[in-house]
């Protein structure tokens, strides 16, 4: 049904609202200064306690810096034109928009709004334990670290890695910033996370290291299942295609000419609705990347073992630009006994 002349009225009027300041009569440098000095202005005592509690420099800048997770970006262009652009405004589950708009090339586009690692940071404050599957050289784990400052110290860090040289990296990093850091070996086929405590909310988190192993063990959900403390587990991996089980059981059969045929389909149709999970899975087919996490995680919580809370398939971001090799979210809460 259209809308009529008035309610076209009323949507113009939000959108002029939302677009200049000072009442639409536009902005001038005393208008701009008070914003700035409002805005900033409200982090200085906050920045003045830190600095008092001892908090390092890198921390206080980690704080400052506008997390890419909380971007709002359509609100600029008034709430009615992005709406039609972003449809149903899916969210996170803070109400954080997944999409917003940008504009490219004179045009207004829709891009991801979604960074894995800040929702995994943000989420590291409500745990004691923080432990990376395939932590490699501890990136993820040091920029944590950062971002909680001084409260880092009542944590325990967990960098669990397949190579040597990680371990490492870790070992001699955390050493010279005296973090609570422990690195150790990991290997995903046959796992082993006895090292971490149990007596603590723990968060484990994966983030593009499952992609590189073809099959896992499930071993390591039995384990995370087996825990008695809190668990909550989060992958940030290429592994949305596996939510299509024809591909997956190509893969696991090793059936070459589906993923020919595949080829073929996504050559005649790059804009349809599977267009992206395909070349993900044409992608994983190529190299020979992961196969299997969706599928034991569905096994899993259809034993009453686990509970996906939430699930954001194929996208890219700030650490995966690739398109060829989508990232999927998914936040897994464990049944231990006291969870």
């Not at 999409?99 to 045009?107: D, I, M, Q, V």
């Not at 609570?180 to 405590?197: E, G, K, Q």
């Not at 089980?245 to 059936?255: L, S, T």
Request: charged share 25%.
């Amino acid at each position: 049904m259209s809308k009529s002349p008035a309610d076209k009225a009323t949507f113009v009027a939000r959108d002029i609202s939302s677009l200049s300041p000072l009442n639409q009569g536009g902005s001038d440098g005393g208008y701009v200064k008070d914003q700035y000095e409002h805005h900033w202005g409200k982090k200085i005592d906050g920045l003045k306690t830190k600095i008092a509690r001892g908090e390092t420099l890198e921390h206080m800048i980690a704080v400052l810096r506008s997390p890419p997770h909380l971007n709002r970006g359509y609100n600029r262009v008034g709430g009615h034109p992005a709406k039609q652009m972003l449809e149903d405004f899916t969210g996170t589950h803070d109400d954080i928009p997944l999409s917003r708009l940008a504009c490219s090339e004179g045009r207004y586009t829709v891009i991801n709004n979604f960074d894995p690692v800040m929702a995994i940071t943000r989420l590291a404050n409500s745990f004691t334990n923080i432990v990376e599957l395939g932590a490699g050289p501890g990136w993820n784990l040091f920029n944590i670290c950062t971002y909680l400052g001084n409260k880092a110290q009542a944590r325990k860090f967990f960098g669990l890695e397949y190579s040597d040289a990680g371990i490492e990296v870790m070992k001699l990093l955390g050493d010279h910033g005296k973090l609570p850091m422990h690195a150790t070996f990991f290997d995903y086929t046959a796992p082993d996370i006895s090292m971490v405590p149990d007596d603590k909310p723990t968060m484990f988190f994966s983030h593009l290291s499952i992609e590189q192993v073809e099959d896992i063990s499930g071993d390591l959900y039995e384990q995370l299942a087996a825990r008695k403390s809190r668990t909550k587990l989060i992958h940030c991996e290429p592994i949305g295609w596996q939510r299509f089980p024809e591909m997956v059981e190509a893969r696991v059969n090793g059936d070459d000419k589906f993923f020919h045929d595949l080829i073929e389909k996504r050559l005649d149709d790059v804009r349809g609705p599977d267009a992206v999970a395909i070349n993900g899975a044409l992608n994983s087919w190529r190299v020979r990347y992961n196969r299997n996490t969706l599928p034991l995680l569905h096994k899993f919580e259809a034993e009453g073992k686990l509970t996906i809370q939430r699930c954001y398939y194929d996208f890219t971001h700030s650490t995966n630009v690739n398109p060829a090799n989508p990232s999927t979210y998914v936040e897994i809460d464990f049944h231990g006994a006291d969870a």
